[in-house]
């Protein structure tokens, strides 16, 4: 069975439309929000949808490390809730580890919403690095649970959990790119900044990453540039 964790951080408009297309899977999976203390219904809507709910503090990190603790399944998949899944990609996680049954897991090839010129840019780009081993999670990493404990599971961070982890699941075995169906992310995180601010921002970040410094000082960072 798969795992599907989800972290929300005031996520109610987003959920109800994601839920509805994993639930619609001919594969079983159980799905679990781990919320990190939203104040817009969101943990009111998990519950009504029937979902397990667990609640942390807010840090996609933890959340996701307190997600797969509570998750029962073989195989677990971390999505953002602001993804667009489409019909099927359940299926294909499944599939794609049958046939590779080395793999430790992989991701989805990434798109983006944004109806602009730097969000087709940022989808050649995502593809260029992703052919290099780096991504992100926002593209909808999976892992098979014996994988994941091997390699400790998701570390508390603040911020840079998910490259963390993923550099970790790179150098665990031949990791899988699922081109189709693809994961589409929202561009809602670069609107109204300029693209000189983002790619000096991203650069900032691993740079202070790579030389030790709190995660949380990170975090600071990623949301004062971003806001």
């Not at 959920?15 to 297309?21: G, H, K, M, Q, S």
């Not at 959340?63 to 677990?76: H, L, N, P, S, Y």
């Not at 010129?117 to 995502?126: A, I, M, Q």
């Not at 260029?128 to 649970?145: L, T």
Request: hydrophobic fraction near 40%; glycine fraction near 8%.
């Amino acid at each position: 069975m798969i795992s599907v964790i989800i972290p929300t951080l005031n996520e109610a408009e987003n959920l109800p439309r994601i839920v509805d297309v994993i639930a619609g899977d001919e594969i079983k999976s159980e799905i679990i929000i781990v919320d990190g203390g939203s104040t817009d219904g969101t943990p009111t809507i998990a519950r009504k949808l029937g979902l397990r709910l667990v609640e942390t503090i807010p840090s996609r990190g933890i959340q996701i490390q307190a997600g797969t603790e509570a998750a029962t399944g073989d195989v677990f998949w971390i999505l953002h809730a602001d993804c667009h899944v489409a019909s099927g990609s359940l299926s294909a996680i499944e599939r794609e580890l049958s046939v590779a049954t080395q793999s430790p897991g992989g991701n989805f090839r990434l798109l983006f919403d944004g109806d602009d010129d730097f969000s087709r840019w940022l989808d050649g780009f995502y593809a260029r690095i992703r052919s290099k081993g780096i991504y992100y999670g926002d593209s909808g990493v999976f892992v098979r649970r014996t994988a994941y404990e091997q390699l400790g599971g998701i570390k508390p961070l603040f911020l840079m959990e998910d490259y963390d982890f993923n550099r970790r699941l790179e150098r665990c075995g031949p990791t899988i790119m699922i081109s189709s169906p693809p994961l589409v992310t929202s561009s809602r995180r670069f609107q109204s900044r300029p693209k000189w601010a983002i790619i000096t921002r991203w650069l900032v970040i691993h740079l202070m990453f790579h030389a030790g410094f709190p995660s949380l000082w990170l975090a600071k960072l990623y949301h004062s540039t971003r806001h």
